[in-house]
């Protein structure tokens, strides 16, 4: 799991999702939405098969997902 600065949202647009946040397992299914500060450790799967969902993310927290970490700087 990673932290980073910023904020990320998600919707789950098919299948279901889990959000692994610090110590928490959420599960977050079809037409869910989820937010959270991208400073607590966190990742992303699929549960029980094909997941499809839409992220968004602030600007900081796009860095954070960006090749080479928070230190890339934007394109």
Same mark, same amino acid.
């Given at each position: 799991?990673?932290?980073?600065?910023?904020? +990320?949202?998600?919707?789950?647009? %098919?299948?279901?999702?889990?959000?692994?946040?610090?110590?928490?397992?959420?599960?977050? /299914?079809?037409?869910?939405?989820? /937010?959270? !500060?991208?400073?607590?450790?966190?990742?992303?799967?699929? /549960?029980?098969? !094909?997941? +499809?969902?839409?992220?968004?993310?602030?600007?900081?927290?796009?860095?954070?997902?960006?090749?080479?970490?928070? /230190?890339? %700087? !934007? %394109?």
């Amino acid at each position: 799991m990673r932290a980073h600065p910023g904020r +990320e949202w998600l919707v789950v647009l %098919s299948g279901t999702a889990v959000l692994l946040l610090g110590d928490r397992r959420i599960r977050i /299914e079809t037409n869910q939405a989820a /937010e959270f !500060p991208t400073m607590l450790p966190h990742a992303i799967g699929a /549960e029980g098969g !094909p997941c +499809e969902i839409l992220g968004i993310f602030d600007r900081d927290a796009r860095r954070g997902h960006q090749r080479g970490g928070a /230190e890339t %700087s !934007p %394109s």
